[in-house]
Nanobody, 117 residues
Framework: EVQLVESGGGLVQPGGSLRLSCAASGFTFRSYRMSWVRQAPGKGLEWVSTIGTAGGNTYYADSVKGRFTISRDSAKNTLYLQMNNLKPEDTAVYFC??????????WGQGTQVTVSS
């Protein structure tokens, strides 16, 4: 059974940092493209970042480029999102997604990030 379990969310002041983690199980983690997608209160889903299978190719939404870094540790079957210089508009539920945009995409349950003073 595929499982994606996000952690690391919380309340942080503007300008602060958080690192999200996503523990994956039930599939060959290193063989799949992984993504982070977020949903702000009252808004639709927004793609944030994607990392290729080998970790060498990374892609970011313009809204987070230069502030967020996606990475993966295939030995630990874990996906990460390092978020720096957080802004109030980064407040959202962050989802870890296997094969985002594909027919067999699988989503975690999400972790809440709140950026507020």
């Amino acid at each position: 059974e595929v499982q994606l379990v996000e952690s690391g969310g919380g309340l942080v002041q503007p300008g602060g940092s958080l690192r999200l983690s996503c523990a994956a199980s039930g599939f060959t983690f290193r063989s799949y493209r992984m993504s982070w997608v977020r949903q702000a209160p009252g808004k639709g889903l927004e793609w944030v970042s994607t990392i290729g299978t080998a970790g060498g190719n990374t892609y970011y939404a313009d809204s987070v480029k230069g502030r967020f870094t996606i990475s993966r540790d295939s030995a630990k079957n874990t996906l990460y999102l390092q978020m720096n210089n957080l802004k109030p508009e980064d407040t959202a539920v962050y989802f870890c997604v296997k094969d985002y945009g594909m027919r067999d995409a699988y989503w975690g349950q999400g972790t809440q990030v709140t950026v507020s003073s």
